[in-house]
Structure formats: C-alpha cells, structure tokens
C-alpha cells in the first residue's frame, strides 16, 4: 500500500517546533485582543492573518499534508480557499451595514 | 479490496489511486472538506451579526479569555500528542501509540470539561439561545454562540470517543459506560449537561455496534486517518477563538 507521507522525513523535532509556534502565535493573539491593540477592523484583519498562518501549521504539518501529492494538495485546498472567498464577501458587507444600515 | 484482487491474480486490474494515497485516507479528507463548509457556515453567522451590530455583546472578560486559552493550548497539545502516536504506530509501537492517544484523549477531555464550565457560567448569567443579559437588541448572540460551540464541543467528544475505540477497542467500552454513568450522577439535574452527557451513551451504543460487528486490529493507517480528523477539530478551534472570544472581549 503505497503513501506518499509515509516517506518523508519523520523526526520528532519539527512537531515540536510547529507547536511551540502555535503556542507564540495564539499568545500574541490574546495580548492583541485583550490590550485592544487595533480598531475592530484591524483587529479582525490581524487575527485572521494569525489563525490563517495557525491553520496552514496544522493542516501542514500535524495533517501531513505538505508531504502528499500535488493532486492531493489541490483537491483538498478547494473549500479551504472556497471559504476563504466567502470570507471576503460576508466581512465587508458586515461592515457595510455598520455605516450605512440595513437598505 | 486490494487483497482481494490480489488473491484473484486481478492486481492489475484497479489502476494506483490519483492521489498517490489510501482510499480510507481520502474518505476521511472528503469528509473533512464537508465539515469545513459546515462550520465555515455558522462561522459565517456569528461573524456577520459581531461585525456588522455595534450593540453585539462583549461578556468575555478575564476569566474567560483565561479559560478559553487554556482550552486552545489543551488542543494544541493534544495534536502534538495525536501526531507523536502517529509516528509510533509507523514504527510498530503498540505500547506507545496507545499511550499517546491517551494524552490525547485527556486533553480532549480537559478542553469539554472547561469548555462546560464556560457554558455554565454563561448560563447562570441569563443566556440563553434566544435571549442574554447584556444586549436585549442582539438577541441572536445566544444562539450563534450555543449553535457553533456546542457543534465544535460535540466534535471533540465524538473525537475522544473514535480515539478510544481505536486506541482501547472493546476495553474502552466499559469505560465509556462509567464516565457516562459518574458524568449523569455528577452533574446536578439543573445544569443543562445533565442531559447532555447522554450524547456519551449514544457514542457507547453505536462504538459497541462497531466493535462487535466488526471486531478488528486497528493499524497505523487507522491511527492516522483517526488523527487526521482531530488535528481538524483543533484546527476548527483555531478559528473560533479568535473570532467568538478574541473579538467580544470584556476588557475591565
């Protein structure tokens, strides 16, 4: 039975790393939020750039699938990106309606 | 189905799959790409009403921001602990995959229990998911949040109960029965887990279903395909944080 993850490199060190880096990432994320850093614009730009740069670590590494196969990695980022593009078009209506109100 | 067409000298027959993987490992993505799209949609719901209501609520202050980044680093350790399991059952270590799932197992169940808490303590304050304390025009507040919580919360307790059974088999039955049982007696029946601690029997009815009618040695590809999906229930995690707590803090 063939894999294609099953070949790479698998030394325990890098997921050591990858979590330590999610654990920085969502500790900035909270002092971000709690000091109130940004306007919520902002503050919703920069924590979605953090969750994004969080969720390419999971899906990358701990999912493994930065080892499989180009077709793999292109079928499976489909909805990633789908969802991503619903995200552009539901955010700034949101803030649409705050300055100008429900027509 | 391989080793069937290999026993039929009919290998050549099926062509090598197109994305160079086993097919349990491609249900499994699929599915995962449908619960993507579920999730992205009550997301979306809570999302659009914070953003676009300047009266949203904001009843997250200090303890539950502390609570709810203990909960992400629970998470976040336990897929350091899935993919550590992984890696031993690639090696062929039974002793140490099974232990490693257990550290994921518990901090998947330390994430439910504080996430019940926070629940809790919503509760007691007056929310509900039609109506909460803090703004009578966003009475949608409520039911976003219950609706998108609850669904992560149920994922990660269907999560602990996939690892048990992968991890215990038939040995995780019993257990199961006893925290359904000590979790029922626990719980005061005032408090809305009370009744919802019976999602753990419905898991034991239809696990035990599984194992008796189709008892089996669960291999490294098993462990794997059973992490795949709860690296994604952290992953879902990492959105909502942000989103649901990060964006509606209290600060005093």
Redesign the interface.
Known sequence: ??????THD?G?GQ??WV?GV??LL?AV??V?????VFQ?LR??EA??I??II??AL??G????LKY??A??KW??M???V??LC??CI??P???R??HLGVR | MSEVAVQHGMADVYEPSLFGTYSKKIGMWLFLLSDTLTFGALLFAYSYGRISNPDWPTPFGKESITNATIMTGCLLSSSLTMVLAVLAARRGDRNWTRNWILFTMLFGIAFIVLHGMEWTHLIDEGMTPFKNPWSANVPQFGGTFFTLTGMHMLHVTIGVIYLGVVSLRKTFLPILLAIWAVAWWLIPSSNVFHYGVDALLAGFVVAAVILILKPKDYDAHDVEIAGLYWHFVDLVWMFIFPLVYLMSTRVT
């Open positions: 039975m063939h894999t294609a993850a099953a698998e325990k997921y050591f979590w999610l654990l969502t994320e909270v971000l939020a709690y000091r109130q919520p503050m919703l924590l979605m953090l969750s969080k969720s999971i899906i590494y701990f999912m493994h499989e196969i077709a793999m079928v499976l489909t909805a990633v789908a969802c619903l995200m539901f955010f209506d949101a803030f309606i705050v």
